[in-house]
């Protein structure tokens, strides 16, 4: 059973870093995509950045392209996102997930596997 498990959240100030950790276990991890997502109150789920299994193609939306980072350690099974120069508007739950089949994808209907979020709240 594929289970994700999310770390690093927190409440930070306009302009700080925060690093989050997904930990994967239950499968070949590096076989497979990894995705960031987030959702802030009262609004959908969307997707945040996206990696590859062998972390050739990254996937960012253009709110957060230059800010933020997606990586993978495979020999740790675990993905990350780097989180630079936070802005208010960054504040939601942030999930990590990945696919239950191959190849690379970005959204949220292509993922499978969901963590149980992370908060991150960004005060201006």
């Known amino acids: 059973q594929v289970q994700l498990v999310e770390s690093g959240g927190g409440l930070v100030q306009a302009g700080d870093s925060l690093r989050l950790s997904c930990a994967a276990s239950?499968?070949?991890?590096?076989?497979?995509?990894m995705g960031w997502f987030r959702q802030a109150p009262g609004k959908e789920r969307e997707s945040v950045a996206a990696?590859?299994?062998?972390?050739?193609?990254?996937y960012y939306t253009d709110s957060v392209k230059g800010r933020f980072t997606i990586s993978r350690d495979n020999a740790k099974n675990t993905v990350y996102l780097q989180m630079n120069s936070l802005k208010p508007e960054d504040t939601a739950v942030y999930y990590c997930?990945?696919?239950?089949?191959?190849?690379?994808?970005?959204?949220?209907?292509?993922?499978?596997?969901w963590g149980q979020g992370t908060q991150v709240t960004v005060s201006s």
């Open positions: 997930a990945t696919r239950s089949r191959g190849g690379f994808g970005y959204s949220l209907n292509e993922y499978d596997y």
């Open positions: 239950g499968r070949t991890f590096s076989r497979y995509a």
């Open positions: 990696i590859s299994g062998s972390a050739i193609t990254t």
